[in-house]
Structures are given as structure tokens and as C-alpha cells.
């Protein structure tokens, strides 16, 4: 077991909350505080950490419960604004997924394989309080007699609504570029060819898990910010893994952990739940989430300190790289360089332009500083951290 300097608790943090005595920094201000007085003082002087981040999360959804009927009805087929939910569950329970597209989009009528409207879009109307249209067929049973049911509903008419999201918040990801003669429509947006621009999706020294690399506060249980209201992390997402190439100070060079996430969506707000149209890829949903670390001990300290110019990620080549098993290696760039809005491949100089909006992660951490420094927002220690590699 690790020798610290400094140690503290859940408990002991959770009590300076609830005094009002707390000191928490955003991790933008938590990196010249670690620079000039090193991570022992810093751990001793900050007590929490917030982190945020807002970028389209594709692996989005809702669980929702639209009520009893009169005749009761068992739905087997759901639609909410003409996109399909799962209905798989039980009589009046459906998921709505937020790639799911709309099933009568003109759209796609002119330019197959185009979306304008789909599931994200519909979890944004609910928030934003828009009446949303519900379709709903059944096969008729003893039980559940009708077989169709069809009305207006709101987000406040439905007995029950949970963002329920398989995979979000990624723990680093690509650089995007695109080195062959022609465009290419993905989710990274849209890459000019001959490498004439490239995107990235992440908020760098802002998000999440690049601020606790190896899953040292973070678990089943912990306590965030989620689409503007208050959620939490309910196990390691889709695709984890914590295995992926790692830098001296534990930020990944490569996408490796996710979070699954769940929270009331009827707390929740349109301006950090936001349906996305991608051209030549499809719908989406940019979700706001924003995890607090507690300074338990220097550790987590310096980890919190780290800079976009030391966090780094690869360039890999999206018209290949990403359909074929094995990628060539385009190198790699730091955030503060992909921040900067050029940087250098193959020799050529290419602007950069990010899908996460480092605006809104900012305001993210600031909101949830607020929360945590006037609002009483404790900590929840989690119940099992999430699975990571041995240190």
C-alpha cells in the first residue's frame, strides 16, 4: 500500500461541504496550483476538483414509462415523433436511443442515409418541454386489449423518464483526418480530403477520466453532473479500456475508459441535452457531464494538475485507418497543440477544429463548483471503483 503525505477522507471533505469551507477549484485552475506548489501542497490545500465536458455521445438513450392506457395496451411497437423506441421491456416501458433515426425524414428521401431529426432530438424536446407525438401499437391480450393508442405527451405527463446512457464521456479519443482523394462524412464531422482539416472530441485538462486516470475516485455511485441536472455513474461503459497506451503521468494516449451513466431526465435541461444532426452519419445527443474528484491525497492531486500540453492523442486516418484492423501511425499531438487550431501531419500544416466544446465543459466545471462550494453538493463515495490496471 502507497505512503501518502497527505490523506483524507470522503467523510472528512463531505463535513468542509457542508461547513461551507471546502476549497474547490475547476481543473483549469487545479493545473498552475499543482505547477507552483507541487502536488503535496496542493492536495493539502484543495479539497475538490470538478471536471466537465460536452461533446455528441452517441451511445445516449432514455428509458421511459408512458403510462396505462384505457383500454390497457401492451406495447410491442413505440414511436415518439415517428422514431422508433425499443419496446422489449414491459407493457408501457420503451428506450429511445439517440442514433435511432426518424422513420419518415424528407431528408432522407433526397440524400439516403441522411437524418435531420432522430432519437437525441426527441430527449431534447422532452426536456425542453415541446410536445412530443406517441405512437404506440399492441397485439391485443386478455390483459391488454387495445391495439393502438396514439396522443400528445410532454415530459411532465410521462410517469417516468431516466437518461439512461451505455457509453459516455470517453477517456481520451482520436485525432480525425482524412488522407485520401475524396470527403468523408463521419462522426468526427466532416474531413476535407488530401488531410486539409482535422477534428478531435475531447476537453482535454477539462474532462473527466484524464483527470483520474487509473479510476481512483471514480465508480458505481459516484455523484455528477448529468444533462444539467444530478445523475451518476452506475458502471464502467461500453468499450472500457483501461489497458490502452498510457504516458508517465497516466493520462491515455489512445481512447480507453467510458462511463455508464443514469439520472432523472426530468431535472434535466435542453441546454446540456442537445439532439445532433451529422451529415453523412446521422442523429446523436451532445450530453453535459461533470464528474467532482476529491483530493484524497497527492496522488490524485498531480493527476489533477496535468496540462493539455501533457496530455496526448493519435491521428489516425478516417477514409482507412478506422475500417481496417490494423492502422498505420500518423503520430500524435497534444491537446494544447490541437487547441492551438493547426497542427503539423506529414509535414503539411492543418487547421483543427474540435466537437467538444471546451465553452461549455468550463461553464460545466464552474456550475459544479458552485454546486459543490454554496450548494451543499457532497460526494458520494462509490460502491466498487471502476475496473483499471494495476499501478
Not at 479500456?241 to 508517465?248: C, G, K, Q, V
Not at 468550463?362 to 475496473?387: C, D, M, N, Q, Y
Request: glycine share 10%.
Amino acid at each position: 500500500m502507497k505512503e501518502y503525505k497527505v490523506k483524507k477522507s470522503y467523510d472528512e471533505i463531505n463535513a468542509r461541504i457542508k461547513a461551507g469551507e471546502a476549497v474547490v477549484v475547476t481543473a483549469e485552475e487545479m493545473v498552475p496550483i499543482v505547477k507552483k506548489h507541487g502536488p503535496v501542497e496542493a492536495a493539502r490545500r484543495v479539497d475538490v476538483v470538478t471536471t466537465g465536458t460536452f461533446s455528441p455521445m452517441c451511445s445516449s438513450g432514455a428509458i421511459i414509462n408512458f403510462g396505462h392506457s384505457n383500454p390497457t395496451i401492451k406495447g410491442y411497437r413505440v414511436w415518439l415523433n415517428d422514431v422508433p423506441a425499443y419496446a422489449g421491456l414491459a407493457a408501457v416501458d420503451a428506450y429511445i436511443g439517440a442514433t435511432e433515426p426518424t422513420e419518415d425524414d424528407p431528408l432522407n428521401k433526397v440524400f439516403p442515409g441522411e437524418f435531420r431529426y432522430g432519437g437525441g432530438h426527441v430527449i431534447e424536446d422532452l426536456v425542453a418541454g415541446k410536445k412530443v407525438h406517441l405512437k404506440v401499437i399492441g397485439y391485443g391480450t386478455d390483459c391488454y386489449p387495445a391495439k393502438i393508442l396514439e396522443k400528445e405527451v410532454t415530459l411532465a405527463d410521462l410517469p417516468y423518464a431516466l437518461l439512461l446512457n451505455p457509453r459516455n464521456c470517453y477517456q481520451n479519443y482520436n485525432c480525425a483526418i482524412n488522407l485520401s482523394e475524396r470527403t468523408v462524412h463521419c462522426y468526427m464531422g466532416t474531413l476535407k480530403p488530401k488531410g486539409r482539416n482535422a477534428t478531435y472530441c475531447s476537453a482535454g485538462e477539462l474532462s473527466p477520466l484524464l483527470n483520474d486516470p487509473y479510476y481512483l475516485t471514480i465508480g458505481m455511485g459516484t455523484k455528477i453532473f448529468l444533462g444539467g441536472g444530478i445523475g451518476y455513474v452506475t458502471w464502467h461503459g461500453t468499450q472500457h479500456n483501461p489497458n490502452a497506451l498510457r504516458s508517465e503521468n497516466g493520462t491515455t494516449r489512445r481512447a480507453a475508459g467510458t462511463l455508464m451513466v443514469q439520472g432523472d431526465l426530468k431535472q434535466m435541461s435542453a441546454r446540456w441535452l442537445k439532439g445532433v444532426s451529422m451529415q453523412g452519419y446521422g442523429s446523436s445527443l451532445a450530453v453535459g457531464i461533470g464528474v467532482p474528484i476529491p483530493i484524497l491525497n497527492e496522488e490524485i492531486a498531480a493527476y489533477t494538475g496535468v496540462s493539455d500540453a501533457e496530455i496526448f492523442t493519435q491521428i489516425v486516418d478516417y477514409s482507412y485507418d478506422y475500417s481496417h484492423a490494423v492502422a498505420r501511425n500518423y503520430g500524435e499531438v497534444s491537446y494544447a497543440e490541437l487547441k492551438s487550431g493547426e497542427i503539423e501531419v506529414n509535414g503539411q500544416k492543418v487547421p483543427t477544429a474540435s466537437f467538444s466544446s471546451v465553452v461549455r465543459a468550463r461553464e460545466i466545471a464552474e456550475t459544479l463548483k458552485e454546486w459543490v462550494s454554496k450548494r451543499g453538493f457532497t460526494l458520494e463515495k462509490p460502491i466498487k471503483l471502476l475496473p483499471s490496471v494495476s499501478l
